[in-house]
């Protein structure tokens, strides 16, 4: 199985970007990176998802090394409402993400 | 587009008991997997079903098992439930089956054993 490591809690003020890496060594051949967010009392949302190099969308941009063995999140300009868990979840190719546990995902804590 | 809906959200049961929880998925989606949420494991894949049909399973006991229905509803049953089951039980559909596919998160069922 894919397995991550993140960290478990950052802080940041607001206005700052943010970016959350996370390690995937074993990382296969045919996964993808995805990154969800979760707020309390609430199920996990889609931010964004790449395979190798960059990606870039409306909420976050993705940077993904040449080996592809870790990714970082990067979430510009964040706001109070950007306090949630980061998720980091790689796909195993056979089976899917539903293979793959998504662990305790990266506490984001924004300061005023 | 109606999302991902969860029933019941809150649910209280004592050990020993079963419970059945319900999910819809977004229309058109046609796979449903289940996950265990708890403090200390964080998020857990349960099973998926796609087409009525178990696709993968996670690694939990016989006490919980799962069904699809023809309108891609699913439930999940947990039978005998234990002190340890009490977590936030998740259900998520996608539009097919695979690691590809951005899943659609429900707001979750709570379950208390008491």
């Known amino acids: 199985l894919a397995k991550t490591t993140q960290p478990i809690s950052m802080d940041s003020y607001e206005g700052q970007e943010v970016n959350i890496t996370c390690s995937h060594n074993?990382?296969?051949?045919?996964?993808?990176i995805t990154w969800y967010q979760q707020f309390p009392s609430q199920g996990p949302r889609f931010i964004i998802q790449?395979?190798?190099t960059k990606v870039k969308n409306e909420v976050a941009s993705l940077f993904i090394p040449a080996d592809r063995k870790s990714s970082t999140l990067s979430l510009p300009r964040v706001s109070l409402s950007d306090t949630a868990v980061y998720y980091c979840?790689?796909?195993?190719?056979?089976?899917?993400?539903?293979?793959?546990?998504f662990g305790t995902g990266t506490k984001l804590q924004v300061i005023p | 587009k109606a999302g991902v809906t969860q029933t019941p959200r809150y649910l209280i049961k004592t050990r020993g008991q079963q419970v059945t929880l319900s999910c819809s998925p977004i229309?058109?989606?046609?796979?449903v997997s289940w996950y265990q949420q708890t403090p200390g494991q964080g998020l857990q894949f349960l099973f998926e079903?796609?087409?009525?049909?178990?696709?993968n399973k996670g690694n939990f006991p016989g006490r919980f098992s799962g069904r699809q229905f023809s309108n891609s509803r699913s439930e999940m049953n947990v039978s005998t439930l234990e002190l340890g089951d009490s977590a936030l039980y998740l259900c998520?559909?996608?539009?097919?089956?695979?690691?590809?596919?951005?899943?659609?998160f429900g707001p979750g069922t709570r379950l208390t054993v008491l």
């Open positions: 998520a559909s996608s539009v097919a089956s695979g690691s590809f596919n951005e899943q659609f």
């Open positions: 074993n990382i296969a051949t045919n996964d993808y």
């Open positions: 790449g395979y190798k």
């Open positions: 979840l790689v796909g195993d190719g056979i089976g899917g993400y539903q293979k793959v546990t």
């Open positions: 229309s058109g989606h046609r796979s």
């Open positions: 079903y796609f087409s009525e049909t178990q696709r």
